[in-house]
């Protein structure tokens, strides 16, 4: 604040120096001249507005003063004689002055808004370069007209790089075809712009950035400009893919426990044809080693040797899909197939638990976008879900009933209905949350993975308790839609 | 007459192994029977009647079936003297389970799978305590025949002198001379076709019909 003061005073005395000495200047130029008083009446005026343009108000009406003084000293008769004889006198000096002032005090306001609008450009600048992400504007044929001091910044670029490319050569190579066909799309179209693409950050790291662009129109609704921001969304990315591969890994856990509780019907389910191997082989050579052999039974017992053994090998091939470590890979799938192939797993499971498994399967369903592998394990749980409820039950049939429908125009539906202790209604909700549990040995992971896993799918998870006895789980999965 | 082939009931809900039982038996020689559930094989009409058929016979029971517990089939059949003895298989076998079949009386106890010859051993080994017992149930139906031809006097005198009484006890306690009393056991032994006491009081042990001593 202490140098403030000599320049404000600096502020007022320059002019004030400069206006006085351009006025003498021009008053002997004009006197040696002979110039009109008009002419030079005006001249001063114009002296005087170049003035307010520089200082204040106060130069200006000194200044005007002075012009004054100068133009009735030396132009008018009486030359270097200031009378007041005559009215004219008198108002030909204040008209003057008037003017002046008028004028003076029209310039500084001139001036002030002038300041105003370059204080808010300076702003608005401001804003823009040290908004946190990736500002631009862009002309209609697509090239880059604008670009914020971060977008500089960010990328390395100088702005005459920037501009000449648009960005462009920042992007990576392998997504640079397809951002530069969809910009161009977009333009065609002259419809908003929202898409990924990676772009190389000045230390040469290349990163995702969520490229979003709006067109501006004019009343004719012509596209005047396009405005977009760039985002970094490398960060996000990747905590989303962390917490997608902790939770594949723990679906995975969740899978082997599930499938270490139907440890001994899995081993019953193998058992059976490795039991019927035995039979068959031992038949055969007992039919071979007759007098004479009987080959047709022989062959028969050989046969069953074959079904069995591929029978076996396809439980193994059944488990070891589901036991196994894979990325989500959702295609096209037959809802009905997935239940039944379940259904082949948990049978045994059932009969153990003195449960019958019914399936209500809808024919020709839709086909449904989803992961198998994931899509049983959820089937998977219910029904075990479902024969524990029922464990305790012995006044009733324990029924489990497995039906698919159609569900809504676009939706296909899966209902695991019980007949067992049912739910209390305040926690048909809390069974979803992860590590609640009933059983002794149990994770409580069950439920809250399934419902994670549905609505990865774009679905629904709920229970509903029935009308008589027991509890319903049922989820929803998006129908199969062949564009995508 | 020849004896006529032993007849093996497999009841079992896997279609392979019931096919493959049904091979290797019959490979051995042996007609078998194949069930699905235990009440398909309760509503077959041949085991309800066993005692009337001429062929012996025995039951290859899988512990798990979809409708009955294999071990409820054995109590069912034991309380409807459905006599037939029990090979039982199964998937996975507990010693639990395995204690109260053998308890129950079943013959053997396999856990799938199992060598074939464990198996027709086991089934060789039922099939001959049914025709034991076949031939004990004929004996005893013979017996009884025999039983029911006598009087109701001579029923009194055979009760005491297999009890042990002298002809003259005998005689005292029915109130009648002892020249009858010999005359009626005349006509016992000879009814009961006993070459002597000893064999009636065997007979009399086999029916059952040993009275409490009164002194």
């Known amino acids: 604040m202490k140098h403030n003061r000599p320049d404000r005073f600096w502020r007022s005395a320059a002019p004030c120096l400069f206006g006085s000495l351009g006025l003498a200047l021009l008053t002997f130029v004009c006197f040696r001249l002979q110039v009109n008083p008009t002419t030079v009446a005006l001249l001063y005026l114009i002296v005087i507005v170049l003035v307010s343009l520089r200082g204040n108000f106060i130069p200006a009406a000194l200044v005007s003063i002075i012009a004054y003084l100068f133009l009735d000293s030396f132009f008018t008769a009486p030359l270097f004689h200031p009378a007041m004889s005559q009215p004219l006198d008198v108002v030909a000096p204040i008209a003057f002055l008037t003017t002046a002032l008028v004028i003076t005090r029209l310039m500084s306001r001139v001036r002030k808004s002038f300041q105003e609008i370059e204080a808010l450009k300076d702003q608005l600048r401001l804003v823009i370069d040290t908004i946190p992400g990736l500002v631009w504007s862009a002309l209609p044929d697509g090239s880059a007209e604008f670009l914020n001091q971060r977008w500089l910044e960010y990328t390395g670029l100088s702005l005459a790089e920037g501009l000449d490319w648009g960005g462009r050569v920042a992007v990576h190579p392998e997504d640079r075809a397809r951002f530069v066909d969809e910009w161009r799309a977009a333009l065609a179209a002259g419809k908003p712009l929202e898409t990924e693409a990676r772009l190389r950050r000045a230390d040469g790291e290349y990163r995702s950035l969520l490229i979003r662009a709006v067109p501006l129109r004019d009343e004719q609704g012509k596209i005047v400009k396009w405005y977009g921001t760039s985002t970094d969304i490398e960060d996000r990315r990747r905590a989303e893919e962390t917490s997608r591969k902790a939770q594949a890994e723990l679906a995975h856990v969740t899978r082997v426990m599930t499938m270490g509780e139907l440890a001994a019907s899995i081993a019953h389910e193998i058992n059976q044809p490795l039991a019927a191997i035995v039979n068959n082989g031992s038949a055969c050579l007992r039919w071979l080693a007759g007098d004479p052999p009987n080959l047709d039974e022989a062959r028969e017992t050989a046969r069953g040797i074959i079904c069995d053994g591929t029978r076996a090998g396809e439980v193994i091939t059944r488990i070891r899909a589901l036991l196994r470590k894979t990325e989500t890979q959702k295609v096209r799938l037959d809802i009905n197939q997935i239940i039944q192939e379940v259904v082949l797993l948990t049978r045994n499971e059932a009969v153990r638990n003195g449960v019958a498994l019914r399936m209500e399967l809808a024919a020709d369903l839709p086909p449904v976008l989803g992961d198998r592998v994931q899509l049983q394990q959820i089937i998977l749980n219910l029904v075990i879900n479902g024969v524990e409820a029922m464990a305790s039950v012995t006044d009733r049939p324990r029924e489990l009933l497995i039906s698919s429908r159609q569900h809504e125009a676009d939706q296909v539906l899966v209902a695991v209905e019980d007949s067992g202790v049912g739910i209390d209604r305040e926690n048909l909700e809390k069974i979803f949350d992860a590590f609640y549990t009933t059983k002794s040995q149990g994770l409580g992971m069950g439920l809250a993975i399934s419902r994670s896993i549905v609505e990865d799918h774009g679905g629904r998870l709920w229970a509903v308790p029935n009308d008589g006895p027991g509890t319903t789980f049922q989820f929803t999965l998006l129908k199969y839609h062949e564009e995508r | ?215």
């Open chain 2, 1 to 215: 007459m020849p004896e006529p082939t032993p007849i093996v009931f497999v009841v079992d809900d896997d279609e392979s192994v019931r096919k493959s039982l049904g091979s290797l038996l019959r490979s051995a020689g042996l007609s078998v029977e194949t069930f699905a559930s235990a009440q398909q094989f309760l509503d077959s009409p041949r085991p309800n009647s066993p005692n009337n058929m001429d062929a012996p016979s025995c039951l290859v029971l899988d512990v798990r079936l979809p409708d009955v517990h294999g071990l409820d089939l054995q109590r069912r059949m034991a309380e409807v003297k459905l006599e037939i003895p029990i090979v039982f298989i199964t998937g996975h076998g507990d010693i639990p389970t395995s204690v109260r079949a053998m308890k129950a009386g079943a013959v053997e106890f396999l856990t799938k799978p199992f060598c074939d010859q464990d198996l027709l051993d086991a089934i060789g080994q039922a099939i001959e305590r049914d025709r034991a017992g076949r031939r004990q149930r004929a004996e005893l139906a013979e017996l009884r025949g025999r039983y029911e031809s006598l009087t109701p006097r001579e029923r009194e005198v055979m009760e005491l002198v297999v009890a042990g009484r002298l002809n003259k006890q005998v005689a005292a306690e029915l109130g009648i001379s002892e020249v009858t009393v010999k005359i009626h056991r005349g006509q016992v032994m000879g009814k009961m076709r006993a070459e002597s006491l000893a064999d009636l009081v065997r007979m009399s042990e086999k029916l059952g019909i040993a009275r409490a001593k009164t002194w």
